[in-house]
C-alpha cells in the first residue's frame, strides 16, 4: 500500500513540475528556441535532440508508451462492465455476479500501480528526449495538462475508495452509494481517456493553429476537436472493453488450471464464459469503428490513406488479418467447446463444422493479398503481380463480404450456447425458430449481394456498398436477440454444469489477450507512421535520428518484445492476486 502510494505521488508530483515550471524541463534550450516556440511552431536541428549514453530515444518512448497503453486500457475497460455486473446482480439478487465484479477489480488494483509507473517514466522520457515537442503541446493545450493530473489523482482516490469500500457498502441502499463511486471513476477514467486522445490525434490533425507557422491561433477545445478525435475515442472506447474482456479470460483460465476443488474450477469456468462475452461483444463492433476511423483519415488528408492503405503499410494490414483471424478461430473454439457444458449441446454440436467452414473460409479470404511481392522472375511466370484467381479476393469488397460473415457466425456460435440450456414453451416457438433462420439466410444473402456489387460498382461507390452490409449484421444480432428475449420467456432453463470443459479450452482464452496485445501494437505502429517524418502532421517536423518509418521487420521485432514484457507483467500480476487469495493451512 506504501508502495503503491509513493507511485502515485511520484507520477503526480513529476507532472505537476513539469506542468506549473516547464523551466526545469527545457532549461537545455537557449533562448532563441524559447523565442521560436513563441512565435509559432519550434523548428529543432538534429542537433537540438538530447543524446544519452547512445540510447535510441524512439524505442524507449515507444515501448514506455505501448506499456502504458496496454495496462491503461485495462484498467480503464474492467470498471467499466465491473458496474455493469454489479448492477446486473443487484437487479437479480444473484451474488455470484457481484463477487465476479470485485474479483475483477482485484486484478485492477494490481495492475494501476504499474499503469503509474509506466505513465511516469513515458513523460520522464518524452520531456528529457523530446523537449521541443511537449513544450509546443503544452503552448499549444495550457492548462488541460494540469487537469489531467489532477484528473489522475482523483481517479486514484475514487479507484482505492471503490475497491476497498466494497463490503462495507454491499448490502441494502448502501449498494446504491457503492455504485455511485463507480459510475464516478468510470467518468475520470473515460475522461483521462479523451484528453490523452485529444493531444496523439492533434498531432496526426492539428487544428486551432496556423497552418502556415504552427501559431497557436485558437482554443483549447478547437484543439481538442479535432477531426480524428471522435473517431478515435470511439474506435478506443469499444476496444478497451474487449481488450479488457480478453485480458480477465486470460486469469479466469489461469485460475481454472491451477485450482483442483470443482466448485472453485466451476467459479472460474463461468467467470472465464462471462470474460470471453465481454470481449467479443466489444470485438463485434470493432471493425465498424475502425471504418469510420480510416473514413475520417482519408477525409483530412488521402496522403495519410494512401500511406496506411495503399502504401508501405499495406501489408501490415494482411498481418492485421492474421491476428484477427486468430481471435475470432480462438473465441469460436472455445464457444464450441462450452456446448459440453449443457446435457443438450450435442444437438447443436452437430452444427459446428458448417460455422468453421465459414470462419476459417472467411479467414483465409482476409489474409489473401491483392498484389504481391515478387522477383522478377516469379512475375514472368505468373504473368503480372495479381494472381488470376485470388487476386479478386485481395480488394475490399470480398474482404468487407467475409468479416461479415465471420462476425454473424461468431455471434451464432453464443446463440447456440445459450439455446442449449434453455427450452423454449410458447406456444409460436417453431414459428420463431424459422423467422430466425429466415432471418440468418435472408441477412447473409443480402451480404454477399452487396459484395458482388462492389465489384461491378465505380471506385468511388466502394465503400459506401459496405454499408449494407454493415446494417444487415447489425440486423441478424439485434432481431435474433429480440426474439429470443421474448421466445425464451418463462423458458425451462436446463442445467449448465460449470466446470464441465477441457483444459484445452482454456489454452484458447490465453490466446485472445495475446492476439489483441499484439493487434493493439500494431495498430498503434500503424497510426503514429501515418505521421512519417512529422511530430505534428505538416507543422512540426521531426529532425531527430530516427526521423523515418521502421520497417516491418523492426517493428515487428519491437512490438513482440513488448507484446512478451506484457504478458510477463501479467501474469505476475495473476500471480500476485492468487497469492493474496491463498491461507496457509493451520499445523496441526
Avoid at 464516478?184 to 492533434?202: D, E, K, P, Q, R
Avoid at 468511388?460 to 449494407?468: D, F, I, L, N
Wanted: proline share 4%.
Amino acid at each position: 500500500m506504501a508502495f503503491n502510494n509513493f507511485l502515485k505521488a511520484f507520477v503526480f508530483l513529476t507532472l505537476a513540475l513539469l506542468i506549473l515550471f516547464p523551466d526545469v524541463a527545457f532549461a537545455a534550450a537557449d533562448a532563441a528556441k524559447d523565442a521560436t516556440v513563441a512565435a509559432g511552431a519550434p523548428k529543432p536541428t538534429r542537433a537540438d535532440y538530447p543524446i544519452i549514453g547512445g540510447l535510441n530515444a524512439r524505442t524507449l518512448a515507444w515501448g514506455f508508451a505501448q506499456m502504458h497503453l496496454f495496462l491503461a486500457a485495462f484498467v480503464l475497460a474492467v470498471p467499466l462492465f465491473s458496474i455493469a455486473m454489479e448492477y446486473v446482480g443487484h437487479l437479480t439478487k444473484d451474488e455470484r455476479y457481484d463477487n465476479m465484479a470485485h474479483e475483477f477489480m482485484k486484478i485492477t488494483m494490481s495492475a494501476y500501480s504499474l499503469t503509474a509507473l509506466f505513465g511516469g517514466t513515458l513523460a520522464l522520457t518524452l520531456f528529457l528526449f523530446y523537449p521541443h515537442l511537449m513544450g509546443y503541446l503544452m503552448k499549444v493545450f495550457r492548462g488541460q495538462m494540469l487537469i489531467y493530473a489532477l484528473l489522475f489523482l482523483l481517479e486514484s482516490v475514487t479507484l482505492y475508495i471503490y475497491y476497498y469500500s466494497w463490503n462495507a457498502l454491499r448490502w441494502g441502499n448502501r449498494k446504491w452509494y457503492h455504485m455511485s463511486i463507480g459510475l464516478l471513476l468510470n467518468t475520470v477514467g473515460l475522461s483521462l481517456m479523451f484528453i490523452a486522445n485529444a493531444w496523439a490525434t492533434f498531432m496526426m490533425s492539428p487544428t486551432g493553429i496556423d497552418p502556415a507557422t504552427g501559431a497557436v491561433v485558437g482554443t483549447v477545445w478547437e484543439a481538442t476537436r479535432n477531426p480524428l478525435w471522435n473517431p478515435v475515442n470511439l474506435h478506443r472506447f469499444i476496444a478497451n472493453i474487449a481488450y479488457g474482456g480478453a485480458i480477465v479470460g486470460g486469469y479466469a483460465a489461469y485460475m481454472f488450471l491451477a485450482e483442483k476443488k470443482a466448485e472453485i474450477k466451476a467459479h472460474y469456468d463461468w467467470m472465464g464464459y462471462t470474460s470471453n462475452f465481454i470481449a467479443i461483444a466489444g470485438f463485434l463492433p470493432l471493425p465498424f469503428a475502425g471504418y469510420w476511423l480510416m473514413a475520417e483519415i482519408y477525409a483530412y488528408s488521402q496522403q495519410m490513406g494512401i500511406t496506411a492503405m495503399g502504401g508501405i503499410l499495406a501489408w501490415l494490414f494482411i498481418i492485421q488479418a492474421v491476428l484477427i483471424g486468430t481471435i475470432m478461430l480462438a473465441a469460436n473454439y472455445y464457444l464450441w467447446c462450452g456446448l459440453m457444458r449443457t446435457d443438450r449441446g450435442a444437438e447443436y454440436a452437430k452444427y459446428v463444422k458448417y460455422i468453421a467452414v465459414v470462419i476459417v473460409g472467411g479467414f483465409l479470404v482476409w489474409v489473401t493479398p491483392h498484389s504481391l511481392i515478387l522477383t522478377t522472375d516469379e512475375i514472368r511466370m505468373l504473368g503480372g503481380t495479381h494472381h488470376k484467381f485470388l487476386g479478386p479476393l485481395g480488394i475490399m469488397p470480398a474482404k468487407n463480404t467475409a468479416v461479415n460473415l465471420m462476425l454473424v457466425f461468431t455471434f451464432l456460435s453464443f446463440q447456440m450456447f445459450y439455446r442449449s440450456s434453455r427450452i423454449p414453451t410458447v406456444s409460436w416457438a417453431k414459428a420463431g425458430n424459422m423467422a430466425i433462420i429466415a432471418l440468418y439466410v435472408v441477412g447473409c444473402v443480402n451480404i454477399v449481394f452487396a459484395g458482388l456489387y462492389g465489384y461491378i460498382t465505380p471506385t468511388v461507390y466502394k465503400v459506401g456498398a459496405s454499408v449494407p452490409q454493415v446494417v444487415s449484421t447489425l440486423s441478424i444480432i439485434v432481431f435474433a436477440i429480440t426474439i429470443d428475449i421474448f421466445m425464451l420467456r418463462g423458458a425451462k432453463t436446463a442445467k449448465v454444469h460449470w466446470g464441465r470443459m477441457s483444459e484445452r479450452s482454456q489454452y484458447a482464452l490465453f490466446v485472445l489477450p495475446v492476439a489483441f496485445t499484439w493487434l493493439m501494437g500494431l495498430m498503434g505502429y500503424i497510426r503514429s507512421s501515418l505521421r512519417t517524418h512529422w511530430h505534428v502532421y505538416t507543422v512540426m517536423k521531426d529532425n531527430s535520428p530516427d526521423a523515418y518509418i521502421p520497417t516491418i521487420g523492426q517493428a515487428g521485432n519491437t512490438i513482440t518484445v513488448i507484446t512478451l514484457s506484457f504478458m510477463a507483467v501479467m501474469v505476475f500480476v495473476f500471480w500476485l492476486s492468487r497469492l493474496g487469495a491463498t491461507s496457509q493451512e493451520k499445523p496441526s
